[in-house]
Structure formats: C-alpha cells, structure tokens
Nanobody
Framework: QLQLAESGGGLVQPGGSLRLSCVAS????????IAWFRQAPGKEREEVSC????????TSADSVKGRFSISRHNANGTLSLQMNNLKPDDTAVYYC????????????????WGQGTQVTVSS
C-alpha cells in the first residue's frame, strides 16, 4: 500500500522553529516531485513548497520565502520542511504530497497524500 506519513508538528511560539518530516512506504519517492501543502480552518489548501524528483529545483510560496526550506533524501525516502521564524498565520494542518509529474502548485495533480500534521503557532 502506497502511503505517506508526516511527523514533527506541534505547538510553538511565534518566532520559533519546527522541522516536519514525511516518510514514504510502499513506493519509492525517487521519481516523484514532492510538495508540502497546508490548510488552515476555513481556508483552501495551499502549496507551501515543492521540490523536483532530483532535488534540483524548489519553489516556495511568497509567504514562506526566506523562512521555510524544503529538502529531500531519496536514499531513505524522506522529505523535510524546516520552518523558521514561525508566525501565527502559519497555523494549519501540513500535508506532504507526491506527484509523478513535474513540480506544480496545483493539489489536483498530486496522487499521494499523507494524513497531515498539525502546526500551531501561538503564544
């Protein structure tokens, strides 16, 4: 069974940091572009950052540029999102997702999704 599983979410104060991880099972991530999405209550799911299959290309939403960094480790099938200088607006459920196509910000093209991990930024 093809699965993605996120971890690393939690409660953090504004200005703090968290590192999210995503692990694949049942398939290899080597040939998939991977992304982190997030969805806050009452808002649409939005892409945070994505990375190409070979790791050579990344994109990030303007709201997180300079604060979040995406990376992948194909050898052990993991994806990471380092989040620094977190803000209350970053509060959301964060999902990792994989697509067999190229990098895209459109959720509909991602065929594999994790269950999500909650990130709450609050004092």
């Amino acid at each position: 069974q093809l699965q993605l599983a996120e971890s690393g979410g939690g409660l953090v104060q504004p200005g703090g940091s968290l590192r999210l991880s995503c692990v694949a099972s049942g398939f290899t991530l080597d040939y998939f572009a991977i992304a982190w999405f997030r969805q806050a209550p009452g808002k649409e799911r939005e892409e945070v950052s994505c990375i190409s299959a070979d790791g050579g290309s990344t994109t990030s939403a303007d709201s997180v540029k300079g604060r979040f960094s995406i990376s992948r480790h194909n050898a052990n099938g993991t994806l990471s999102l380092q989040m620094n200088n977190l803000k209350p607006d970053d509060t959301a459920v964060y999902y990792c997702a994989a697509t067999g196509g190229g990098t895209t910000s459109l959720a509909k093209y991602y065929s594999h999704w994790g269950q999500g991990t909650q990130v709450t930024v609050s004092s």
